[in-house]
């Protein structure tokens, strides 16, 4: 771990500030297995479904990777098509009871994104989640108006978080060595590295702490990021 004088000065260059949402500013994960379960069981109303349904654990596992492959490790033995629909309509009922006030709404949030954009930080969302789900979920935290883009996973254009990061850095004509990704997981690791950007790990969200080794700096609340920026 570097010495706290080492952060703030490397820190001191940045400018833009991408932010994982799920894990980082928000979990749902109490609802998770419920919303997974009846998803599945609603598609398979009418249908001969025998497998063992997912346990939260290994629903855990996957969450912080994009949808697709979420729903590909936890339901192998179906199709495309209806992993797809599966999966809209885990998206629909998870949006609904976020806008419905559910979900572990971590502590400072709203005051520290506030924070940040006025001192004239360009914030960024950084998801694998889909558009929907990222964009309720700052609403409801009412820290929408915050983010100067919402770029998501789209399959067509954007396929993963490295290539989310990658191209919001291109659109915006953004430099990496005034970029940081904020985040819990491998991925927002594996996007920071790839794109040549700093990461700072969120170790209050979900996942192992091997997943975060590299990270310039490691908080334990999103509110730790005051004494930095």
């Given at each position: 771990m570097k010495n706290q004088e080492e952060i703030r000065n490397k820190l001191s260059k940045i400018k833009n500030i991408f932010f994982d949402v799920d894990g980082t500013l928000f979990s749902s994960e109490h609802m998770l297995e419920e919303?997974?379960?009846?998803?599945?069981?609603?598609?398979?109303?009418?249908?001969?479904?025998?497998?063992?349904l997912p346990t939260l654990e290994e629903i855990l596992q996957y969450v912080?990777?994009?949808?697709?492959?979420?729903?590909?490790?936890?339901?192998?033995?179906?199709?495309?098509?209806?992993?797809?629909?599966?999966?809209n309509n885990v998206l629909k009922i998870l949006v609904q009871r976020i806008e419905n006030g559910e979900g572990l709404h971590y502590?400072?949030?709203?005051?520290?994104?506030?924070?940040l954009y006025n001192k004239n930080y360009k914030i960024f969302a950084a998801s694998n989640g889909?558009?929907?789900?990222?964009e309720a979920i700052l609403k409801?935290?009412?820290?929408?108006?915050?983010?100067?883009?919402?770029?998501?996973?789209?399959?067509?254009?954007?396929?993963?978080?490295?290539?989310l990061v990658q191209k919001t850095i291109e659109k915006h004509h953004l430099k990496p060595e005034e970029c940081v990704i904020i985040g819990d997981r491998a991925s927002d690791?594996?996007?920071?590295?790839?794109?040549?950007?700093?990461?700072?790990?969120?170790?209050?969200?979900?996942?192992?702490?091997?997943e975060r080794n590299?990270?310039?700096l490691h908080i334990s609340s999103i509110k730790d990021l005051l004494k930095y920026f």
């Open positions: 919303v997974y379960h009846q998803s599945i069981l609603e598609f398979f109303k009418n249908k001969n479904y025998k497998k063992k912080g990777l994009p949808v697709k492959e979420i729903f590909e490790n936890l339901l192998p033995d179906l199709d495309e098509s209806e992993r797809q629909e599966i999966s502590d400072g949030v709203e005051e520290v994104i506030k924070y889909r558009k929907p789900y990222v409801v935290n009412q820290i929408y108006d915050y983010f100067y883009d919402i770029p998501c996973i789209d399959n067509q254009t954007i396929f993963n978080k490295i290539e690791r594996i996007a920071a590295e790839k794109n040549h950007i700093l990461f700072i790990a969120a170790d209050y969200g979900h996942g192992e702490q091997s590299g990270a310039i």
